[in-house]
């Protein structure tokens, strides 16, 4: 299954959400892979009803991430300015 790297908590914490189960999973920070931020993916194992980060989904992220910039543009290039006239 697969989760993203949603927020950190506290300086300690970080919260992954795993949609195919509606979970969210909290686990300290120093238990991610090097080089994981906010947005990262990951592949999860489950082993009764323990969970842990297998490794990043490179793929996933790349293709999340290219979708959140794709969506940018598209509100950026839509927005024209404000809609109230100077006086």
Not at 53 to 65: G, K, L, P, W
Request: glycine content about 4%.
């Amino acid at each position: 299954m697969k989760g993203v790297l949603d927020r950190f908590e506290s300086e300690d914490q970080a919260v992954i959400l795993i949609e195919e189960i509606q979970k969210a999973l909290i686990i300290p920070k120093d238990e991610l892979p090097k080089g994981s931020e906010q947005g990262t993916w990951f592949l999860i194992e489950e082993k009764n009803n323990q969970y842990k980060i297998i490794s990043i989904d490179y793929e996933t992220t790349r293709r999340q991430q290219e979708k959140a910039d794709q969506l940018m543009e598209k509100l950026r290039a839509r927005s024209s300015g404000s809609k109230f006239k100077r006086n």
